[in-house]
């Protein structure tokens, strides 16, 4: 019996062993950005910058992920309905296809776009470059999981609803949306994780006044080193990042994240 | 008959129509994906390949087609594409052998799981807050590095070194071997392992002889995704390595094309890259149990 007792400790330490490694550099961060470089105090001093300086770049990086995210679901959403319910020919060809921005290494989207840009549609470091960039790279992290979603969800639902009367439209947006629901969040989850902490396209496609967040971050460190400013700005992003994804959690749990390998 | 013939003609039709309508329909909700697709992602590559065949930036003025940039990729640049192999792939058997048993546990013993999971996201936020967290711990004057030096260890040599690159990049990809690996073991019913230890066999026997066998796709699976992940790593390397693993081709790749304008090396690089990269992941999708039925 007490031998059971000690591999049962061993291996749940194991895992929490595993957990706080994953945590650490976050903790670090975080240790960092409240002691002072002087004298060791701890303070909020760094914060400021978060509210002053860094403001703008916070707000460009949540504007643009708002962004991404409305145009994914615009574009996800019937791209899923077509996969799932409709007959399309070659559809496992489509879905790599629609998928290939997953597999594709972010230097080489990155290099890829910048000629791009600059060539072909002349929209070097602009807004609309950067958000095209994060919607081509994202999308993929909405689709999977509103498929999977899809998938799940019996039609006996919607044609419920249709012998009773209802329109499409009308079973769309009160049937089948709602049961939905899950999935989509899981997809804006998702994008929202990566859009928001995504620096190394961004590295190559962003201009003097695209700076995002992490960007900045990156800049910041090979500039200036460490400073307790960056690492405010870091902990900052990553816990805007862990709040959300809690919230997630909270509501769905992690089932819709399953077909994503993200999770 | 031929009341049979008459009626048969109608029907086929209708039913022909309404599954074309559908068809045209589907294409025409699956159309913004792929032309978002086809504009920023194919074309770009497209350009990609053809920009690796001209000489620097003359793709942009006047090219010159050459195949020097292929040549110098093997000649002068082969040590960084053995580098971006051999890191990504030892750090891709790191993520299997830490991996495996967390994966085991998280399975069969673990009740809080959601909760692994939700801290489980951490690393993905970005390897550059894991690159710079690891920095400050492992930071001479830091909680790791006084640690070390009570030991007699010098914490710079550390920070700087190949262990901690490759302890960065397994971190980032180890919820990817995670979740492969549980994927396949959640598939192996509990009751072999129970009638094994009935049986007589050891620990390492139920492991080697049962788990590995059946586990053996969600393994392979696990260590290409990791290894097609890891094959892009670009801040962990910049952050933590020293000049040997900034060889790194992502790192490389940007050093050449945006800060030195020699776009066609650089896009012979991101060719390599992505052909690397796409068919590792490519294999590794064949080998999971994907929710798409890959």
Known sequence: MRGLRLRTVLQHGYIWLWLLIFVLPFLTTLDYSLKSVADGSYSLRAYRYVFGSFRDTLLLSTWATLLTIVINLLVALPAAYALVRFPLPGKAFLLSTLNLALYTPAVVMGISLVIVYNYVFDIAQSFTGLIAAYVVGSYPLMLIPIIVALRDLPTAFDEAARCLGASRWQTFLRVELPLLGPGVSAGILLTFVIVFNEYLVTLFIAGPGTTTAPLRVYGLIRTAGFQPSTAALATTMQLVSFVVVLIFFRLFGSRYLKGTYLI | ?294
């Open chain 2, 1 to 294: 008959m031929a009341a049979d013939l008459a009626t048969e003609r109608p029907i086929k039709l209708a039913r022909g129509r309404r599954e074309r309508q559908r068809v045209l329909m589907g294409v025409g909700l699956i159309l913004p994906a792929l032309i978002i697709s086809l504009l920023f992602s194919i074309l770009p590559l497209v350009y990609l390949l053809l920009v690796s065949l001209t000489a620097e930036s003359s793709f942009f003025f006047a090219p010159e087609y050459t195949l020097a940039n292929y040549a110098q990729l093997v000649g002068r640049y082969l040590p960084a594409l053995w580098t971006t192999i051999y890191l990504a792939g030892l750090a891709s058997l790191l993520d299997l052998l830490f991996g495996y048993p967390f994966a085991y546990i998280l399975v069969r013993q673990v009740r809080y799981r959601e909760l692994v999971r939700a801290l489980m996201i951490f690393p993905l936020f970005g390897p550059l807050y894991l690159a710079f967290g690891m920095y400050y711990l492992l930071l001479p004057n830091g909680p790791v590095g006084g640690m070390l030096e009570r030991i007699g260890l010098q914490g710079v040599t550390l920070l700087y070194s190949l262990p901690s690159v490759l302890f960065g990049m397994a971190l980032f990809t180890f919820p990817f071997m995670v979740m492969n690996i549980g994927a396949a073991l959640s598939n192996i019913d509990p009751q072999l392992e129970e009638a094994a230890r009935c049986l007589g066999a050891s620990p390492w026997q139920i492991f080697w002889r049962l788990l590995f066998p059946l586990s053996r796709s969600g393994i392979l699976a696990g260590l290409l995704m990791c290894f097609g992940w890891n094959l892009g790593v670009h801040a962990v390397p910049l952050v933590l390595g020293t000049i040997n693993e900034q060889r790194v081709l992502s790192i490389v790749l940007y050093q050449r094309g945006v800060i030195q304008f020699d776009y066609g090396l650089a896009a012979a690089m991101g060719v390599a890259l992505m052909l690397l990269a796409f068919g590792v992941t490519w294999v590794s999708l064949r080998f999971s149990k994907g929710a798409l039925g890959a």
